[in-house]
């Protein structure tokens, strides 16, 4: 019986097949689905900004890309898993709302999806796929059996990744 786990925003959670990660209200937020399809373990991080650099309070590591990818990869190697196998898929990182002006710093989405990209490749992870950008929100549900990242949206459709 295979059962589907709830990933809140600024959380992370880890599954085996067959159950499976779901995430909803993905606007500027990642979901960061990391697999090592050997064992058939899975991640999913569900970040809200690009670096705990300039957090005031950057306990939650789960909050931010560059923490939420140390905390993904360590715990999944606790059960497992080998960083040199781990493969990732990404979705999210929309901007959800215009703002006058051309000021980076309410580019979130797109910072958020830079900053993941990076870090990524900083753990030499192979992006598989990603769904990012636009200005629709996500919920995703990921599969560590397949490696399926079903990506839902709001007058978008839906599409595995």
Do not use: W
């Amino acid at each position: 019986m295979s059962k589907i786990i709830q990933v809140g925003m600024a959380d992370y959670k880890m599954a085996t097949a067959p159950d499976k990660l779901i995430t909803a209200g993905l606007g500027s937020c990642i979901g960061i689905c990391l697999y090592d399809k050997v064992i058939k373990l899975g991640s999913l991080t569900h970040i809200m900004l690009p670096s705990s650099s300039q957090a005031k309070n950057a306990s939650n590591e789960a909050k931010f890309a560059d923490t939420g990818i140390k905390l993904a990869i360590r715990e999944m190697e606790k059960n497992g898993a080998q960083a040199s196998r781990l493969l990732a898929k990404i979705a999210g990182g929309a901007q959800m709302f215009k703002f006058s002006g051309e000021s980076d710093i309410m580019k979130i989405g797109e910072r958020n999806s830079v900053a993941v990209k990076e870090n990524l490749q900083l753990h030499r992870i192979k992006l598989l796929s990603s769904d990012t950008g636009g200005n629709y929100g996500r919920t995703i549900i990921f599969d560590p059996e397949t490696g399926d990242l079903l990506v839902k949206t709001i007058g978008h459709g839906e599409r595995i990744i």
